[in-house]
């Protein structure tokens, strides 16, 4: 609550949000759309393509007060026995029935210590569910409301093309490691990434990072090799490599769409200490330079903090960056009339607004546009799902098969040993 003593809040006037879209007309639709479509031919699968986004339509056609009445009379009833996870990046009316929020780091942590309930129900995106279920224990049900929720930048990699990486590297580096004491390259993968990369990681004697511990995991793995294989985020890579001091002529990227990772010189790899995968996150790439320029000149004294999948140059024209438990708690620490520009997922800044008060807290990107993929949690699928569960049938389950969880679990567990800030 603001007090006698606070500032008034300003207006916001960087902020002018797209539009939500008007999902009472499209949900329907689209469930009408893919019955239709059932029939006809199929595209070919890309990675996330063969996970299938359908409902009943009676609940793409219930109002907000009828699911919102289910979703609290199914957790009422399911009581110990169902754990609700949300990602900050959440909407607030997926959030609301959350039991625990939190980064992805967090998360994880939640899913590895709590073992009482039987479902889990991670409202957050694929990886995530699929590190749940990998690190919960045998008798628990990982579920995502929809399974179609996955990450685009986690697509950016898949495992027939980090082999041939891994194929070249071993080729370039096999003398060297016959010489040598370290591992010539060490894996290291963003937990942004599916299940069987995370096992490449566990098999090949790396580990899984966040955004709260790149920088350690990254340490942790040049105490062990020469060099580190990073996947498949690039920003978050160069932005924690030269944050350990590794100068950017150590960087080496590789592209897996081109011919030789379009790498010509074949000194590179064997001088890099960092080998980066050509991945991004097109919701953090929407943040510039000029942003942080217009929201100083808008803000004179305006603290200005964004998430490490930034592009390098807006990390270091912030003030601060870090992970979205980061984010929070920076804003959280800092006094009354505090005024903060964050680059990261809008629902987790308009939620930070709405806490605080007593804070000017606003989007970077003026034309701030929420994470499609965390935005297909609907409260229709968490709705359908739970009401499934009270009947006793469990919908939406992600699985990972016993021989990719063991792997990925190593690596997993290297990374929840590696304190995330
Ligand atoms: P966090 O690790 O900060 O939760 O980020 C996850 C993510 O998907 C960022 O885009
Ligand atoms: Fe993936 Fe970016 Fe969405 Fe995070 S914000 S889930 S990295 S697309």
Known sequence: MATDATPPKQS?????????????????????????AAGMPQRPPSPSADRADWIPREYALMSQDELDQRIRAAKAQLGDRLVILGHHYQRDDIIQYADARGDSFKLAQFAATRRQADYIVFCGVHFMAESADILSAPHQCVILPNPTA??????????????????????RYRDETAAGSLQSVIPVTYINSAANLKAFCGRNGGAVCTSSN?????????ARGKRVLFFPDEHLGRNTALKLGIPEERLVVWNQREEGGGIEDAQALLDAKVILWKGWCSVHLRFTVEQITAARERFPGVRVVVHPECRHEVVAAADLSGSTEYII???????????????????????????????????????????????????????????????GHVVNEVTVDDETAKWARIALERMLATKGA
């Open 12 to 36: 916001l006037p960087l902020v002018v949000e797209c539009e939500e879209s008007k999902e009472d007309v499209t949900l329907p639709t689209l469930t009408e759309w893919r019955q239709a």
């Open 329 to 391: 708690k920076a804003v959280q620490e800092s006094p009354a009339g505090a005024v903060w520009a964050i680059g990261t997922e809008v629902h987790l800044v308009r939620r930070l607004a709405q806490e605080h008060p007593d804070k000017t807290i606003f989007c970077l990107d003026p034309i701030a546009c929420p994470c499609p993929w965390m935005y297909r949690i609907h409260p229709a699928y968490l709705a359908w799902t739970l009401d499934e569960l009270v009947k």
């Open 214 to 222: 790149a920088a350690q995991v990254m340490q942790w793995a040049f």
């Open 150 to 171: 996955g990450c685009s930048l986690a697509d950016m990699a898949n495992i027939a093309e980090v082999e041939k990486l891994w194929g070249v590297l071993d080729e």
